[in-house]
């Protein structure tokens, strides 16, 4: 009878490659042969399974011509599983399923791969991240701060190698000099040989006779640092800065972190801001609008003139063009919008009372 592969990994025909990958994670952690409970031949089929339907071709056939199209998935060919373990631990999986792929998701699950694949040495600092408040008018023109904080930095003792100035260097009798070890690991698969950075030197490879007195070996002390920060006119509201290298120092000469700068931009009571536009709202009385005028307008810029066309309806929007902020790190600028909002006075006096009345009478 032909095999329902969705039904075994308890996924829908529609499921996403994504579901299907999970699908396959949760039956791993459940079935594998090494556990307890396991049950090596429900293994087996959910990883039959995944290579199919993970595989767009295979599946596109399987969900045209069912398990019986001629594909090699799986475990295949009647492998057994320590034919499978054997084919895992050299590194392939010449049954024609794609191991790869599957290597990635039990490493995953598992912290490393499998084989002898050796890790890259990782000693990079930490990254920083740090808030920065800004006035708006900071944020429009630009502004140079100072960022003062604590942070690790190199040993200016020892220059970041944790060794006491003039002390002899010997090879590190841990990783004899290769900076990695090996490590047995248990996985589902069973115990496979992984590499890590070495505990003892930190992947140097190297070790000292005495240890720097100032950092403790370490090759890294905590200090105050004060970093000025060039902020770029037209920054906003929650964007982010990055100043590369300015992190915290890395292991045993790695490289530095990167410092990340999250900007909050306070309110403006003039002003309020749209992308690169500024927004305001200019009051003007009735005969104004009727008339017409010339009117001061506040810009970031200073006063400005704009004039008012007899006839200016409440709510209309005058555009003072190149007005507006900066564009952050790019070109040109944004413009200024000003709405007109006709004000209609609360109280009237009596000549006023008479004269709107003949408007009245004259259809105004």
């Not at 959910?46 to 594909?71: C, T």
């Not at 190297?206 to 640092?225: N, P």
């Not at 770029?232 to 964007?239: S, Y």
């Amino acid at each position: 009878m032909p095999k329902d592969y969705y039904k075994v990994l308890g996924v829908e025909k529609s499921a996403t490659k994504d579901e299907i990958k999970k699908a396959f994670r949760e039956k791993a952690h459940v079935f594998h042969p090494d556990k307890k409970d396991g049950d090596e031949k429900k293994f087996k089929e959910a990883n039959e399974a995944y290579q199919v339907l993970h595989d767009d071709q295979k599946r596109q056939q399987y969900d045209q011509f069912g398990s019986n199209f001629d594909q090699q998935g799986g475990f295949g060919g009647g492998m057994n599983w320590d034919d499978f373990m054997n084919q895992a631990r050299g590194g392939g999986f010449s049954a024609g399923g794609d191991f790869g792929d599957l290597n990635d998701i039990l490493g995953d699950l598992f912290g490393g791969g499998f084989g002898g694949g050796r890790r890259k040495t990782n000693n990079r600092g930490h990254d920083i991240e740090v808030d920065l408040s800004l006035s708006f008018e900071e944020a429009v023109f630009g502004v140079e701060k100072t960022i003062e904080l604590y942070k690790l930095e190199v040993c200016d003792k020892c220059n970041g190698n944790g060794a006491e100035p003039g002390s002899k260097i010997s090879e590190c009798k841990t990783c004899h000099g290769q900076g990695k070890v090996q490590k047995i690991q248990r996985t589902i698969l069973g115990n496979m040989q992984t590499v890590v950075v070495c505990p003892d030197c930190s992947g140097e490879g190297k070790s000292y006779e005495k240890a720097c007195s100032k950092c403790a070996g370490q090759g890294r002390i905590k200090e105050k640092k004060q970093i000025p920060v060039k902020v770029p006119a037209g920054i906003d509201n929650g964007m982010t800065l990055r100043m590369q290298n300015e992190g915290e120092a890395g292991v045993k000469g790695g490289k530095s972190g990167d410092l990340f700068i999250r900007v909050h931009v306070k309110a403006s009571l003039d002003f309020e801001r749209q992308g690169n536009n500024i927004i305001t709202r200019q009051e003007i009385n009735f005969s104004q609008a009727a008339l017409g005028d010339k009117i001061e307008i506040k810009t970031i810029d200073g006063e400005v003139k704009l004039k008012i066309p007899a006839g200016t309806q409440s709510g209309k929007v005058f555009k003072l063009k190149g007005k507006g902020v900066a564009s952050f790190q790019g070109y040109g600028k944004g413009d200024h919008l000003v709405e007109i909002i006709v004000k209609i006075p609360d109280k009237l006096s009596k000549d006023q009372k008479k004269i709107l009345e003949e408007l009245k009478k004259e259809g105004l």
